[in-house]
């Protein structure tokens, strides 16, 4: 029967590194090649246990960026809704339409590689695509979950 394990961040700890300084850490962390302005996202993913191999599969999906904040674009696209749909954002909704937009303009970087920090062990991750997304699978034995 197969095992599902989700990845939580309290369970295992997953984190992007981006190279910035960690005075408590004595050797030195993997460094990805993101500009400061660029952004990275791991979405919630969830792994398998293969009892043939012995091991854990681990798939994470990623998405580097440059946020967004474009008035004129988020005007042409309220004026869009507004026009096509009637609809209009006013009072709490309108924050909350900036928040959502500006995902939606941001600038997906392609090329670029991140780590994964699984425990001690730090992954590179594929280049990301022309959309911004990476995916790959982590195999971990099981007694390194353990």
């Known amino acids: 029967m197969r095992q599902i394990l ?9 984190s992007a590194c981006t190279g910035s300084e960690d005075p408590g850490r004595e050797r030195p962390r993997a460094l990805s090649d993101l500009a400061g302005d660029e952004s990275i996202v791991l979405f919630k993913t969830a792994g398998w246990f ?10 994470v999906h990623g998405w580097v960026f440059e946020p967004e904040d ?24 309108e924050e909350i339409f900036a928040s959502r937009v500006n995902w939606l303009i941001a600038d997906s970087e392609r090329g670029k590689i991140a780590y994964v920090r699984i425990g001690d062990t730090d992954y590179e ?14 195999e971990l034995r099981a007694d390194a979950v353990n």
């Open 70 to 93: 474009s008035v004129i674009r988020k005007n042409a696209m309220a004026a869009a809704l507004e026009k096509k749909y009637g609809l209009t954002a006013t009072g709490d909704a």
């Open 6 to 14: 989700t990845l939580v961040l309290g369970l295992v700890s997953i």
């Open 125 to 138: 991750m594929p280049p990301s695509a022309e959309n911004g997304h990476f995916r790959t699978t982590i």
């Open 50 to 59: 293969d009892p043939e191999s012995g091991s854990w599969h681990l798939p």
